[in-house]
C-alpha cells in the first residue's frame, strides 16, 4: 500500500510479478508485475494497517510519485483488452520490471 500526505492511497495487490507482454503501444518484449490497484480513502488504509491480521505493507510516497504511479498503472491498464481491465472494484495494470540483460 502506497500514501502520501494526501487523502488518499492506492491499495496494490501483486498478481503475478514475472509476465511479459508486448502491445501496438508497446511493441518490444516488456517484462512486468500483473497487479491489482484501487485507490481508498487514508481512513480504510489507516484501519487496514492497525487490523492485527494485516499482511499488507506501508509505502509512504511524496504526492509527485504518487500521481505519477497513478498514471503509469492507468496508462498500462488502457493497453490491455476491454475485458481484462477490470476485477470486481480493482483495476488491473502492469509495472515495467526490470530485467538484466544477458
Known sequence: MAR???????????LNSSIVYSSSS????????????????REEADKMMEAITCDSQELN???????????????????????ERAFKEWKVGLLTRWEQKP
Open 4 to 14: 502520501s500526505g494526501a487523502q488518499k492511497a492506492i491499495h496494490i495487490w501483486v
Open 61 to 83: 510516497l511524496p504526492a509527485l510519485a504518487m500521481g505519477e504511479i497513478i498514471r503509469h498503472l492507468d496508462d498500462s491498464n488502457a493497453v490491455l483488452p476491454r475485458t
Open 26 to 41: 508497446a511493441p518490444q518484449r516488456t517484462p512486468a508485475i500483473k497487479l491489482l490497484y484501487r485507490q481508498i480513502p
